[in-house]
Each structure stands twice: as structure tokens, then as C-alpha cells.
């Protein structure tokens, strides 16, 4: 990876200005001649939705690293993985990976079984909270939201804190999942600031993927934004609320496109990468996960998902995403017609998908250890 320039951000951060062509995606086996596409088919075509857009707080993505610079055309902006990046991992080999204990699946989970994610006895997850809303189908290729963005607390070092969107296809075992939205998570990158980030894997979370551009696989086109860079401005409680639109969708390349901000867009994760998501997902969820080694037990972590409020507590105060799409083959983007909203643990991390409303919004999260209801 060759470095043109680079920007130390006020927070830490090292962001290279990496030229297009030498950028760590194409270390991947699969991608070695691999020729970039630099926009997305669809943004050749005109796009429709059935349903108007309503958010009036949405903003164009300000991360923290702009204040020192930006990259030039023709680089793209990574973080640079640091020593104390490396030395904060529990092991090298995992460095950029999700806990993988988190979805060990019995061998008869399917993937329609994940709409259901959050009560399903079949799913493992001694080591993650999962609060969704989610719709299940055959033919999903494309999804997005509004996301109300904060800076929640998190507890404990290793614990980690994200509001997303997931798009999967596969089975229980052998899953697919590309992901994207706002993460805390101190143990990854060293601080608690609230950042853009992305996912991918084709193996249930075993060892392939990672979060942002920390291996291969992942093609950045964007020399403005930065994936894992911080991100601003922050709601405040009973203050003004911002929103970050996240979208993810499949063009007639095969590609998976991530845009921000509706026609931004960020880059994309190859056709080359998947099987079962080479042509559609079958699922598509947007909330919260809080990652800690005291989820389901007490003391229960105090680390907090979404905006730290309960579900109840609704705008001003819960974190909440709205503007929820999916686009299907009919390339019409539409509210879901099928949902289904859980939480793995409510006392502690809650979910309400509120309908009486123009545009229906998904509130979710909670401060995890509270009495009586959270010990």
C-alpha cells in the first residue's frame, strides 16, 4: 500500500491518501485482476420509490479527519492500522473480525429463521444483544435508513456498541452478511468516538471478512470518505437530532454498492467475494448489537446501545431509524410489507417500531445495567 500524503486527525487517527490502484483490496486471491468500477450501474438510471422521503436531519457524512485535510482525486482515504492498533487485539489472526462465538447456529437454521433472530433458541449468542427490525424474502437487492446517530457509552475495554443495517443470504452455518452504519468500539480502534463503519463475510463470521478496509476485499472509490473515520455532528438528548442515511445496493455488475447520504457513493464489496449473496439477499435487518462478555448474565455490562434511552422514550431521546427501504426486483425502493421486531434481551436494550406516523420509525436501544429490570 503505497501512502501520496496523509492527515493526523485531532483524535488520533492516521488517514492515508492511498492511490486507487494500490489499495489493500486487491491483496484478496480473487480480486488480483480485478478492474475498478468507479460508479454504480444504477446511477446511470433514473431511480424511483414508491414512498416520499420525510427526514429533514439528515447531513452530508463530516468525519473528524477533514479538519486536517483531504485526499486528493484519484486516492482514497484509509485509516492506517497503528502498533497500539495490533497490540490491542486479543490475537493478531483475529484483528478486524467479529467474536465469532457470537453465531454458532445449529445445522438446521435457515436463513428465513434469522427474521426471527432475536428469540431463536437456535442462535448462540452468549456474547452479543441483538435489538431488530427485520423482513425476510427472496429477492432483496438493496436496503437503506436513516440513522439517528450518538455517542453511547461503552463499558468495559473489549465491549463494543454499533446502530446498522445487515443484508444476508446463505444458511445458519455458512451465512453471508455486508453490514454498515455507526459503531463505539474502543477495542478496535482505540477510542470511544463514534465511527462509519462496514463488515463483510461469506463464513458466519468465522475467519473470513472484516470491518473496514482492516484485510482485503472491500474496493473504495471515495476520496472523501474514510470507512472506521469518526463521525460528526452527535444528537444530544432532548437536542437537535441528526441522522446519517446508509444505503446498500446491488448493481447489474454484481457489485454491492455503499452509499452515504442517498448518491454518495462510498465503494463496494465485489461480486467476486460472494455465492449466496452473488445475486440478492434474503434478509435484511436494521438495528442495534452491543458485543460484551456480560450480555445475558449479571452484573450485566453498563454499555449502552443507540442512544442509552429505551425504545419507549421515542424521539429526542431513543436512538430511532427511519426512511426504512428495501428494494426488490421490481426496482421500486418501498417500506418492507412483512416485518418482524425482537430483542434479545428487552430489559435491558428494547425495541418499538412506531406505525401511527407518516413515516414509520424503529426505535430501539437502552442502557444495558440498570435496577430492578437490567441487574
Same mark, same amino acid.
Given at each position: ?28 486471491? =480473487? ?58 487485539? @486479543? ?12 453465531? %454458532? ?25 441483538? =435489538? ?12 437503506? @435508513? ?15 456498541? &454499533? ?61 472523501? %470518505? ?28 454484481? #457489485? ?18 460472494? &455465492?449466496?449473496?452473488? #445475486? ?14 456480560? =450480555? ?12 442509552? #434511552? ?40 428494547? @425495541? ?24
Amino acid at each position: 500500500m503505497c501512502s501520496s500524503s496523509r492527515s493526523q486527525s485531532e483524535n488520533g487517527d492516521i488517514i492515508d491518501c492511498v492511490d486507487i490502484y494500490k489499495q489493500p483490496a486487491f491483496d484478496h486471491p =480473487v480480486l488480483k485482476n480485478h478492474t475498478i468500477q468507479k460508479i454504480p450501474t444504477f446511477f446511470k438510471k433514473s431511480q424511483h420509490s414508491s414512498i416520499k422521503y420525510t427526514s429533514k436531519n439528515n447531513f452530508k457524512l463530516s468525519q473528524t479527519w477533514h479538519k486536517s485535510g483531504r485526499c486528493p482525486k484519484g486516492t482514497v482515504p484509509i485509516r492506517r492500522i497503528q502498533k497500539q492498533d495490533l497490540l490491542r487485539a @486479543a490475537t493478531l489472526d483475529r484483528f478486524g473480525l467479529k467474536q465469532s462465538s457470537s453465531f %454458532v447456529n445449529s445445522k438446521n437454521t435457515t436463513i428465513s429463521n434469522f427474521s426471527k433472530l432475536s428469540g431463536s433458541s437456535n442462535v448462540v449468542s452468549e456474547d452479543h444483544s441483538g =435489538v431488530h427490525l427485520a423482513t425476510s424474502g427472496s429477492n432483496f437487492i438493496g436496503a437503506e @435508513a436513516d440513522i439517528n446517530v450518538w455517542n453511547p457509552k461503552v463499558d468495559l475495554p473489549d465491549d463494543s456498541t &454499533t446502530a446498522q443495517i445487515w443484508l444476508k443470504a446463505g444458511n445458519g452455518n455458512e451465512f453471508e452478511s455486508i453490514e454498515a452504519g455507526w459503531m463505539v468500539n474502543p477495542g478496535l480502534y482505540g477510542n470511544h468516538d463514534t465511527r462509519l463503519f462496514s463488515y463483510w463475510t461469506t463464513d458466519s463470521y468465522k475467519s473470513t471478512g472484516c470491518f473496514d478496509l482492516t484485510c482485503s476485499g472491500f474496493v473504495q472509490t471515495s476520496n472523501t %470518505v474514510a470507512l472506521g473515520g469518526g463521525i460528526n455532528p452527535i444528537s444530544s438528548d432532548s437536542g437537535t437530532q441528526y441522522e446519517l442515511n446508509i444505503g446498500i445496493y446491488l448493481d447489474e455488475v454484481g #457489485h454491492w454498492w455503499l452509499k452515504e447520504n442517498h448518491d454518495i457513493p462510498i465503494g463496494y464489496w465485489p461480486v467476486e467475494l460472494f &455465492t449466496s449473496l452473488k #445475486h440478492s439477499a434474503t434478509l435484511v435487518q436494521w438495528g442495534g448489537q452491543v458485543f460484551s462478555s456480560q =450480555v445475558k448474565k449479571s452484573p450485566h455490562t453498563k454499555t449502552q446501545m443507540g442512544s442509552g #434511552h429505551l425504545a419507549d422514550e421515542k424521539y429526542g431521546h431513543a436512538c430511532y431509524m427511519r426512511n426504512i427501504r428495501i428494494k426488490d426486483n421490481s426496482l421500486m425502493l418501498k417500506y418492507p410489507e412483512s416485518i418482524n421486531v425482537a430483542s434479545q434481551e428487552p430489559n435491558c436494550y428494547s @425495541a418499538f417500531n412506531d406505525e401511527d406516523v407518516q413515516e414509520p420509525t424503529f426505535y430501539f436501544g437502552g442502557p444495558g445495567q440498570s435496577s430492578p429490570s437490567c441487574p
